[in-house]
């Protein structure tokens, strides 16, 4: 063998010794609840309602205090964290229609089908909201692609959301426990069937709208979109933590010699918030009080059964949220009156489809024994989108050349080694905002957008500029003060729109 075969077999050897010893492949479950606030738990300062699961994950793990969703909705949020591509970069990735057909395409890297390259078995368990098949989905028959043709081995998911049809889970390609004597319709242009609907019949309703929701009524609450048949198939609002809670631990258990990923986004405390009984007078807050203490109920099952399979150690848990918090969300249910002190956004300004902070700075958690540290805060900026590339750098894959343009590793930031997160993030509350440092940048709004973000001027807005260092709250506009800087972020974010990656 001569010497240049030598040096290459050596340096083959330590490659291979080093990718194998590099990979980590710790079993990941990823809890995202639903329109959950900055200030919604314990551990990030709430006192009206007690989320002890949630607070003993943050005293053994990692908590975050600049960690975001991609965007300050549902399904732009959910999109850009799957496929690490932020949401405004597609048309048609706005909240979508509980008949609206699949918005990523098969095929596609997704955090689900690089975790299953890496040899994982994935799930989702609960809320989808990113469509299903090509058209609008028949509900009788095969329903595909969805998350089976997006990386993930099994689902059992809500289609949309918990106040829109189909009110039905879907278990991998069928609807569960669909009875075929009873077909199912779903319409969101005109009535279909010959139920009662919200808007004729108010006084069926156990729950009272406040704004839209008054299409079909299932389980004596309307919602939006038409749906008839399916009967044995509906879902029970006050049940559907307790059924989708039992679908993950199932998961949880058939898996456990393998790793696995789970995905269990949960419906609280989307609307409309209809906590079991057993959660109901939990806080003085009403449903979206008890709703909150049902989902760390919902975590602490989780945990539970990680304990009881001796799975803790080695899995990987990551907490956190689509999107920040909402009062009344279209039912009234007393989220505003019963209120109190309880601030759902801590010190941030905004909340749900905002362009301020409260509309994307979330709780997110990471806990992972012997990894982690424990107890720990840290203010790195990190996005939900980023999971995708850190995941796959923890995990030892590597990405494809166009998946995830904008998921950036910060798998150091994650696992607590170094205090640093991304340069910059694009946050999307009905417009854009780019942060960078302590900086934020707002671009300006059209009226529609500054309307959803709580402005009581309807004006288009001009930018705004704020140094989070000293006004987390963004109640200083200092944009006329400091042209210079507005230039500059400006720049930077017409930058990123038109490239597809920030420069590492
Ligand atoms: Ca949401």
Same mark, same amino acid.
């Given at each position: 063998m001569n010497i240049y075969r030598c040096v290459f077999t050596?340096?083959?050897?330590?490659?291979?010794?080093?990718?194998?010893?590099?990979?980590?492949?710790?079993?990941?479950?990823?809890?995202?609840?639903d329109?959950?606030?900055? %200030? *919604?738990?314990?551990?990030?300062?709430?006192?009206?309602? !007690?989320?002890?699961?949630?607070?003993?994950?943050?005293?053994?793990?990692?908590?975050f205090t600049d960690a975001h969703s991609a965007a300050a909705v549902c399904t732009p949020s959910r999109y850009a964290m799957l496929t690490g591509e932020?949401?405004?970069?597609? !048309? %048609?990735?706005?909240?979508?229609?509980? *008949?609206?057909?699949?918005?990523?395409?098969?095929?596609?890297?997704?955090?689900?089908?690089?975790?299953?390259?890496?040899?994982?078995?994935?799930?989702?368990?609960?809320?989808?909201?990113?469509g299903l098949g090509t058209e609008h989905p028949n509900w009788n028959a095969e329903i595909k692609p969805g998350p089976l043709e997006l990386g993930f081995d099994y689902c059992y998911i809500i289609p949309a959301t918990g106040d829109r049809t189909p009110c039905v889970y879907v278990e991998n390609h069928r609807v569960a426990n669909y009875d075929p004597a009873d077909p199912i319709e779903v319409n969101y242009q005109h009535e279909v069937g010959n139920e009662p609907t919200g808007r004729e019949h108010p006084e069926l309703l156990k729950m009272k709208l406040s704004l839209g929701h008054d299409c079909t009524i299932v389980n004596g609450i309307s919602r939006i979109g038409y749906m008839t048949g399916g009967k044995k198939?509906?879902?029970?609002?006050?049940?559907?933590?307790?059924?989708?809670?039992r679908q993950a631990i199932d998961f949880i258990h058939r898996e456990k010699d393998h790793p696995f990923f789970l995905y269990f986004a949960t419906h609280d405390i989307h609307v409309p918030r209809v906590p079991h009984p057993r959660f109901r007078g939990a806080t003085s807050m009403g449903p979206r009080g008890d709703a909150i203490a049902e989902f760390d109920s919902s975590v602490g099952q989780v945990l539970a059964t990680l304990n009881e399979l001796k799975l803790t150690d080695n899995t990987l848990v990551i907490l956190t949220s689509d999107n920040g918090p909402v009062l009344d969300d279209g039912y009234a249910d007393g989220a505003v009156e019963k209120l109190g002190d309880h601030k759902p956004a801590g010190p941030l300004r905004g909340g749900k489809s905002s362009a301020f902070e409260g509309g994307t700075r979330e709780p997110f958690i990471v806990r992972w024994p012997s990894h982690v540290p424990a107890g720990q805060t840290s203010d790195a900026l990190v996005g939900q989108i980023d999971l995708l590339a850190s995941l796959s750098a923890l995990t030892g894959q590597k990405l494809p050349n166009h998946a995830g343009p904008d998921s950036v590793n910060v798998l150091p930031a994650l696992?607590?080694?170094?205090?640093?997160?991304?340069?910059?993030?694009?946050?999307?509350?009905?417009?854009?905002?780019?942060?960078?440092? !302590?900086? !934020?940048?707002?671009?300006?709004m059209d009226p529609g957008a500054a309307k959803s973000s709580g402005r009581k001027n309807k004006k288009p807005a001009p930018a705004m500029l704020f140094n989070l260092a000293d006004d987390l709250s963004e109640k200083n506009n200092l944009a006329a003060q400091q042209p210079e800087k507005v230039k500059e972020l400006h720049k930077l974010l017409d930058e990123i729109r038109h490239a597809g990656r920030l420069p590492d």
């Open positions: 050596f340096v083959m050897i330590v490659g291979l010794y080093s990718t194998t010893t590099a990979a980590e492949r710790p079993n990941i479950v990823l809890i995202y609840a329109d959950i606030g900055y %200030g *919604d738990f314990g551990s990030y300062g709430a006192t009206a309602v !007690k989320t002890p699961n949630i607070d003993r994950l943050a005293r053994e793990g990692l908590r932020y949401a405004w970069r597609q !048309k %048609g990735t706005g909240i979508l229609p509980g *008949d609206a057909p699949l918005i990523i395409q098969p095929g596609r890297t997704t955090l689900a089908s690089m975790l299953r390259d890496a040899g994982y078995r994935t799930a989702v368990v609960g809320k989808w909201h990113l198939a509906r879902w029970i609002d006050e049940d559907m933590a307790d059924t989708i809670t696992l607590g080694e170094s205090p640093n997160g991304r340069e910059s993030l694009v946050e999307q509350g009905g417009t854009l905002a780019i942060r960078q440092g !302590k900086w !934020k940048l707002i671009e300006s």
